[in-house]
C-alpha cells in the first residue's frame, strides 16, 4: 500500500483525511500530531485513541516544545517581535514548528506522500506546502479538503455515513492553544467590527488584587520568576502563565494581511507572551545603546513578517539570528511588573549592565562626565551640516 504521513489534530478535517485517505483512496496512513504546548497529557492520549478508531496504521505524539522555543520562540523574544504592534506570532510561529517536525517524520518512516487537513482559505496552507516543498521535495502533497472544496456538512455527512461517533457539533469558537499564546476565532472576528465577548476567551478573570512578578533574564531568555529558576524558559513561560493568565491580560484581536492577500481578523490571548515582551524590551532599552536598538527593531520587523509568512528557512533568517543572538549578551537583570486586571505595568528594571547610571550624569539634572564647554563644542559640530545647507540655501534664494 502507499504510505502517507498525516498532521492529525483529531478535530473534523484530519479525522475526515483518515477516512477518505484510507477507504478511498487505498493509503496506509501515519498519523502524527505535533505538541507545541496545547495539549494535556490526557488529551494526547484521547487524540491517539482516535486516529487508531479511524483506521490509522499508526500514531506518534512529537512533543515540540522545546525545539519550539529553541529554534523559533528564542528569537521572537530577542527582537521583541508583536506583528503590527499588537500580535505575538501565537499560532504562525507554532504552524512552522509543526510543519518541520512532519517533514521530519515523513523522512523517518519513508512515506512517499505528506497530508494535512487545511483548506484553501487560510494562511496553514502555504506554511504547510511551503516547508514540504522545501524540506521533502519530491513527496506528494494531499489536501483532501483544500482540493476538493469541501464545506462543514459534506464533511459530517461522509463521516457518519462510515459510521464515525464524535462531536460534529460545531463550537462558537474556534480555540488553538499553544505556549506561545491562543488564539480565538469566532463570528465577532469575520468583520471588521466587534469584540469578542467575554465568554469566548479561554481563560476567565479570576484575579483582581495587584500582584508584583519579578522576572529574571538571562542573555534575553527568561530564566526565572520571582523566587523560582527553570531548567528551561519553557518552564518559566508556562509558570508565569499561571501568575498572569487569571487577570485576562494579553488580550486583543490582530488585523492583518494574510500570506494569500486578504485582511484577516483573529482575536488571542497571551499572558505570558506579551509580558514577557513588553518586560524584555525594558530591560533592554536600558542596556543596549540607541543604534542596538535602532537596527534591532528593523531586522526583528522583518523576521516577525518572514516568519509569519511561513519563510523559516530562507537562509537570511539565520543570518537576522546570529545578530539577534549576539545583541543579547548584556541583557541580563531583573525586570519589575505590576499584573492587574486586564492590563500590568512595567515599573522598572535592575542590571549590572545598566546605561542609565549616576556616575556619568542624572538626565535634567546635572552632568558628571562633561563640562558644559563640551556641550557647546558638540552642539556646533553636531548641526555643522545642516548649518551650512541653510546658509546656502538662503544665499540662492537672495
Request: proline share 3%.
Amino acid at each position: 500500500m502507499k504510505k502517507v504521513v498525516l498532521g492529525f489534530s483529531g478535530g473534523l478535517d484530519t479525522s475526515y483525511c483518515v477516512k477518505y485517505l484510507t477507504e478511498e483512496k487505498g493509503y496506509e496512513v501515519h498519523s502524527v500530531i505535533v505538541n507545541t504546548g496545547g495539549f494535556s497529557a490526557e488529551e494526547l492520549q484521547e487524540i491517539e485513541k482516535r486516529a487508531y478508531s479511524l483506521g490509522v496504521k499508526s500514531h506518534k505524539t512529537v512533543d515540540a516544545v522545546r525545539s519550539y522555543y529553541d529554534k523559533v520562540i528564542k528569537y521572537l523574544v530577542f527582537g521583541n517581535v508583536l506583528k503590527n504592534n499588537t500580535y505575538p506570532l501565537s499560532v504562525s510561529a507554532e504552524r512552522m514548528s509543526q510543519a518541520l517536525a512532519i517533514a521530519e517524520y515523513v523522512k523517518e518512516t519513508g512515506a512517499t506522500a505528506v497530508a494535512h487537513g487545511s483548506t484553501g482559505a487560510g494562511n496553514d496552507q502555504v506554511r504547510f506546502d511551503m516547508i514540504f516543498n522545501i524540506m521533502i521535495p519530491g513527496v506528494e502533497i494531499i489536501t483532501p479538503i483544500r482540493d476538493m472544496k469541501l464545506s462543514r456538512e459534506e464533511e459530517i455527512t461522509y463521516l457518519k455515513g462510515k459510521g464515525v461517533e464524535m462531536n460534529f457539533e460545531k463550537a462558537a469558537y474556534s480555540i488553538n492553544k499553544g505556549i506561545w499564546g491562543t488564539s480565538v476565532g469566532g463570528k465577532e472576528t469575520l468583520t471588521s467590527n466587534g469584540f469578542l465577548p467575554e465568554e469566548a476567551w479561554p481563560t476567565q478573570l479570576t484575579k483582581n488584587d495587584a500582584e508584583q512578578v519579578t522576572l529574571k533574564f538571562v542573555k534575553g531568555e527568561l530564566t526565572g520568576v520571582n523566587d523560582k529558576s527553570f531548567s528551561h524558559p519553557t518552564e518559566a513561560i508556562q509558570y508565569l502563565q499561571t501568575l498572569a493568565g487569571p487577570y485576562a491580560i494579553g488580550r486583543d484581536i490582530h488585523v492583518g494581511d494574510t500570506i494569500i492577500g486578504i485582511k484577516g481578523r483573529v482575536g488571542f490571548e497571551a499572558a505570558a507572551p506579551v509580558v514577557i515582551l513588553k518586560a524584555h524590551h525594558a530591560l533592554e532599552k536600558h542596556v543596549l545603546t540607541k543604534w542596538q536598538l535602532s537596527w534591532k527593531d528593523q531586522l526583528a520587523q522583518f523576521y516577525g513578517n518572514w516568519m509569519h509568512e511561513g519563510q523559516i528557512l530562507d537562509p537570511v533568517m539565520r543570518d537576522i539570528e546570529a545578530y539577534l543572538q549576539n545583541s543579547q549578551e548584556h541583557v541580563t537583570g531583573e525586570v519589575y511588573v505590576t499584573l492587574q486586571p486586564y492590563r500590568f505595568q512595567v515599573t522598572g528594571i535592575q542590571s549590572p549592565y545598566d546605561l542609565m547610571s549616576s556616575k556619568f550624569g542624572k538626565y535634567g539634572e546635572m552632568n558628571n562626565g562633561w563640562s558644559g564647554e563640551d556641550v557647546r563644542g558638540f552642539s556646533k559640530i553636531f548641526g555643522n551640516q545642516t548649518m551650512i545647507w541653510h546658509q546656502v540655501a538662503d544665499s540662492v534664494k537672495g
